[in-house]
């Protein structure tokens, strides 16, 4: 099982800047993909920024040039840096990872997800 845990959401103002963490834990043999998305009350859930092993990247285009997504030195982690944030950007944002790890002996693929974390602009 393949667990990740997110942190750094909060409260800002229009135009302020918070960092957002997220850890992967477990079995973990390798990620091939990590990435955010957000959901707003009464709407879907959406991509912001994903990160792949390669360092490859791919931004929502509401958010580029705004955002930057990031992997850690672990390789287990990701950031996201967001700047000039928006009070419609308000959403519970949430940690997806995706990969291999070892279950019972076996390595098996793996898509998991965090629990959210609560990002709320001001205006």
Known sequence: ??????????????GGSLRLSCAASGSIVSINA???????????RELVAT???GGSTNYADSVKGRFTISRGNAK???????????????????????????????YSTFASWGQGTQVTVSS
């Open 34 to 44: 990590m990435g955010w998305y957000r959901q707003a009350p009464g709407k879907q």
């Open 76 to 106: 287990n982690t990701v950031y996201l840096q967001m700047n000039s944030l928006k009070p419609e950007e308000t959403a519970v944002y949430y940690c997806n990872a995706d990969g291999t790890y070892v279950r019972a002996g076996s």
């Open 51 to 53: 990160i792949t092993s």
């Open 1 to 14: 099982q393949v667990q990740l845990v997110e942190s750094g959401g909060g409260l800002v103002q229009a």
